[in-house]
């Protein structure tokens, strides 16, 4: 008969690769941030024009309750400001209603015009928005405009939407 003592240490390096991936795809779980939807779309290549609204449909949302809107916007050494102001307007697709519009002010450079953003080809710049709430078996669209006083903006390449549970 094994000793009590060596079946209990025998047990343990058996499993201890099976504990310890365990262990890591856990962790790996709890650190990573849930998201329902996450996409960008590109900006017509020559310019955006501020009557280029871009249309975001999530498809599933995963749960009714609160959610983080979230804008991004990748732009390139050709944009000339330091800042992109957008418009987020959140739409229900049954009602084709307004349901909720904010603004939001990208910071991409400082006062001196050096870039805040990583990125040595793209600079990517992401501003948190307002929370909304959204409801299982409604449609939503969100429509992304800028508001910048140039109508032509130069070097911005994609403009995405992030919806987060909150």
């Avoid at 240490?9 to 201890?16: E, G, M, R």
Wanted: charged share 20%.
């Amino acid at each position: 008969a094994i000793p009590l003592m060596k079946r209990r240490q025998s047990f343990f390096v058996h499993h201890a690769w099976f504990i310890i991936a365990v262990t890591a795809v856990l962790a790996i779980m709890g650190c990573h941030e849930r998201r329902t939807y996450h996409h960008y779309q590109p900006v017509n290549t020559s310019c955006w024009a501020m009557t280029d609204t871009l249309r975001f449909t999530p498809e599933n949302i995963d749960y009714e309750g609160d959610y983080r809107v979230s804008i991004g916007a990748r732009v390139d050494d050709h944009y000339a400001y330091r800042n992109l102001w957008l418009v987020v307007e959140q739409r229900t697709l049954k009602g084709l209603r307004t349901a909720h519009r904010d603004t939001v002010n990208l910071i991409l450079a400082d006062s001196h015009g050096a870039w805040l953003t990583q990125g040595v080809v793209l600079h990517v710049a992401e501003e948190e928005g307002a929370t909304t709430r959204l409801e299982k078996d409604e449609c939503y669209e969100f429509l992304v405009y800028h508001i910048m006083s140039d109508q032509h903006l130069v070097g911005v390449n994609d403009v995405g939407v992030t919806l987060s549970p909150d």
